[in-house]
């Protein structure tokens, strides 16, 4: 098979390259490990940067978002007992984020990928990529007991953080950073309304919590957890029991619960791989970076990288320029580092760390207050939860 970029990943950042790439008339399969199903069955993020918004629109994907899609002005912080909104689209000029699940961006590319009879291949064995150091890449896979091969221009490692594309990068290439939590998030999900209209991020003695939302209808609902902590250990009354202890009253009163219909947990990182281009081989998402969830970043990096790779690509093709290529690495990097600082950032400022005690507690009451109060220090907050802009030079 012969292609100008192989993607390596059918989640939503290859998936938004692929469309991209074929509405701009530049060719590209998709090579994914696991099958369509498991992909679409993957719990993930659902608050969406205008960025990101307008880049699904580019795609052509963005009329059932627009429709099914929860615009929210601001949040919600909550310490001391107390609520308190950060007006983001007034504090911004008009920014705004939405909330729409990641499994239903991916499931919208996913149906545009397959209208278009666009080449994508599910249950991929033993994918491998090949001489991305020279003119003529490759990427290796074994599809019902045969092996198969797709030569290319370029490679888009789009796989996440445990796929084959950052994994084949010689180690002397690369640069990694990285910090673990020492806590999770023990997630839920519930059909039933959510316990508020825009999202609540829960400062408490006893753990952080996040009242969140994939729709009216279907809320999503987080706590702070240890490192050691098992799902099989709670159940759905000790969840909602725990959460009311960590909200205000009133939240805590209009709390409507149900059986959960997934439950997990997720542990909490930060990781940044640089450079993000390795000859004809670039990587996007996951694959180079992870933030932790506080911040609602992750999604939305992975989009920002798409965006300057498709620029990139269309300009090679489109353009005869390579510009756009050389300067990826440094124009994603600059942002995901952004995205990572104000990640840690929020994740120190809303969580119960083990070593801080009730010192910690207070300090981090006290920001809060600052924050809350300061037109300034809440206008910081609200730029970066919106999504800072995207830089060209």
């Known amino acids: ?43 993930r993020a659902g608050v969406l940067e205008q960025i990101t918004m307008d880049l699904l629109d580019e795609a052509g994907v963005g009329a059932r978002m627009h429709t099914e899609g929860v615009i929210h002005d601001g949040i919600n912080l909550l ?7 950060i007006d983001m689209r007034e504090l911004t000029g008009g920014s705004k984020v939405m909330v729409y699940g990641q499994t239903e961006v991916t499931h919208d590319l996913m149906n545009a990928r397959q209208a278009a009879g666009l080449t994508t291949v599910y249950e991929a064995g033993n994918v491998s990529v090949h001489d991305f150091d020279g003119a003529k890449p490759k990427v290796r896979y074994e599809k019902d007991g045969q092996t198969h091969e797709i030569e290319c221009d370029f490679i888009a490692g789009c796989d996440g953080y445990h796929g084959v594309s950052r ?5 002397k290439a690369l640069r990694t950073y990285e910090k673990v939590y020492p806590f999770g998030w023990l997630g839920i999900m519930v059909d039933a309304p959510p316990v508020a209209h825009e999202l609540i991020y829960a400062n408490s003695p006893r753990g952080f919590a996040l009242c969140s939302m994939r729709s009216t209808h279907r809320s999503r609902y987080y706590l702070q957890c240890s490192m050691d902590e098992k799902v099989a250990n709670w159940s759905d009354e000790a969840f909602w029991s725990e959460l009311r202890l960590r909200l205000d ?8 619960t149900g059986p959960s219909i997934e439950k997990s947990i997720a542990p909490l990182r930060s990781f940044v791989a640089e450079p993000m281009r390795f000859g004809h081989l670039f990587l996007a998402g996951d694959a180079a970076h992870i933030v932790p969830p506080t911040g609602a970043k992750g999604l ?3 989009t920002s990288d798409v965006s300057y790779l498709s620029k990139a690509l269309i300009e090679f093709y489109k353009g005869k320029s390579s510009a756009g290529i050389d300067h990826y690495s440094d124009h994603c990097l600059r942002r995901v580092w952004k995205a990572a600082r104000f990640s840690w950032w929020f994740t120190s400022l809303m969580h119960k760390f083990p070593d801080t005690g009730e010192f910690g507690q207070k300090i981090q009451e006290a920001e ?10 809440s206008t910081a907050l609200a730029e970066n939860y919106v999504g800072l802009p995207m830089e060209t030079s």
């Open 167 to 171: 994994a084949s990068v010689p180690p």
């Open 300 to 302: 939305n990096l992975a």
């Open 79 to 85: 310490f001391k007992g107390q609520r308190h909104r």
């Open 249 to 256: 009253p009133e939240a805590a009163e209009h709390l409507v």
């Open 368 to 377: 809060l207050d600052y924050l809350v109060h300061s037109r300034a220090a």
């Open 1 to 43: 098979m012969r292609t100008q970029v192989a993607i390596i990943g059918a989640g939503p950042s290859g998936l938004l390259l692929g469309q991209l790439l074929h509405k701009a008339g530049v060719d590209a399969v998709i090579v994914e490990r696991k099958s369509a199903d498991y992909v679409l069955g993957r719990i």
